[in-house]
Nanobody, 123 residues
């Protein structure tokens, strides 16, 4: 079992930055693909970014490419999401996730979810 706890969400003005963290416990995340998803009210949960457990390859949704950066510190068992140039459409609950496959962009391949952290971007 892997427990995931997100932190770092909050309210920020458009153009601002936030850094989300996801602390894992129970098992090391070094052998899991790690992902961030988000869900806005009335919308389905959507992929944001992923980092593989082999080689640390990164993948991004087109909507965040060039603005968000995913990273992982296996020694600290922690996943990060640096979000810059935030837009009001980035407002959502952001979820940390772990997958047994090397990396995934779809929710149904996720094995473990965090509880989510709210990010609100004002215009």
């Amino acid at each position: 079992q892997v427990q995931l706890v997100e932190s770092g969400g909050g309210l920020v003005q458009a153009g601002g930055s936030l850094r989300l963290s996801c602390a894992a416990s129970g098992r090391t995340i070094s052998s899991y693909g790690m992902e961030w998803f988000r869900q806005a009210p009335g919308n389905e949960r959507e992929f944001v970014a992923a980092i593989s457990w082999i080689g640390g390859s990164t993948y991004y949704a087109d909507s965040v490419k060039g603005r968000f950066t995913i990273s992982r510190d296996n020694a600290k068992n922690t996943l990060y999401l640096q979000m810059n140039s935030l837009k009001p459409e980035d407002t959502a609950v952001y979820y940390c996730a772990a997958s047994g496959v090397q990396v995934t962009t779809v929710p149904w391949e996720i094995d473990y979810w965090g509880q989510g952290t709210q990010v609100t971007v004002s215009s």
